[in-house]
């Protein structure tokens, strides 16, 4: 049974949803969707700044209109007192603040590119209106570089060529 009782919040994570990621147990193309997004949704602390995994975990459930939105607001944390823009203002740490820019850059890399199992799913989480030009190392030694506009891949180069029929496609 669990504790009745936790004691003060003094954190912002969201532990329940652990299975998305980092554990990558469920999640978009894999067992148990439903029960996945079902948990995402209803996670007590809903943010994607600083450490928060939110956008991460989006972005592993293939939720496109959240993304825009969660990277956004990631990529725009910056506070005007500090000369560079890459270190964002700190949510919980100190400055300069990393979180905000991994946080970032795993939810973007996992918004193009999913490793499962085998297979590679391209785009599961990538708005309509964005354009992107990218290459990205998948598992098994490959290299993907994809050319897209929203869903829509004008141009995929796979290598090795044999990785070519392990690609999952956007659905539209």
């Given at each position: 049974m669990p504790a009745e009782e936790f004691g003060i919040d003094r954190n912002f994570e969201n532990p329940q949803c652990y299975t998305i990621f980092p554990f990558r147990?469920?999640?978009?193309?894999?067992?148990?969707?439903?029960l996945a997004l079902k948990t995402f949704n209803d996670r007590k602390f809903k943010m994607s700044n600083c450490w928060s995994q939110c956008a991460i975990q989006g972005a592993a459930l293939g939720l496109k209109d959240e993304m825009e939105q969660m990277l956004i607001r990631n990529a725009t944390a910056t506070d005007p007192d500090i000369r560079f823009p890459a270190f964002w203002k700190p949510g919980s740490d100190y400055t300069p603040d990393f979180d905000n820019g991994g946080v970032l850059a795993q939810a973007l890399q996992l918004m193009l590119l999913d490793n499962i199992d085998d297979?590679?799913?391209?785009?599961?989480?990538?708005?309509?209106?964005?354009?992107?030009?990218?290459?990205?190392?998948?598992?098994?030694?490959?290299?993907?570089?994809?050319?897209?506009?929203?869903?829509?891949?004008?141009s995929i180069d796979v290598t090795p060529k044999s990785r070519l029929d392990d690609i999952i496609l956007p659905k539209q």
């Open positions: 147990l469920y999640g978009n193309g894999r067992d148990d969707y439903g297979k590679i799913m391209l785009l599961q989480a990538m708005p309509q209106n964005w354009t992107v030009d990218f290459k990205l190392h998948a598992n098994d030694n490959t290299v993907v570089r994809v050319r897209a506009k929203g869903q829509n891949i004008e």
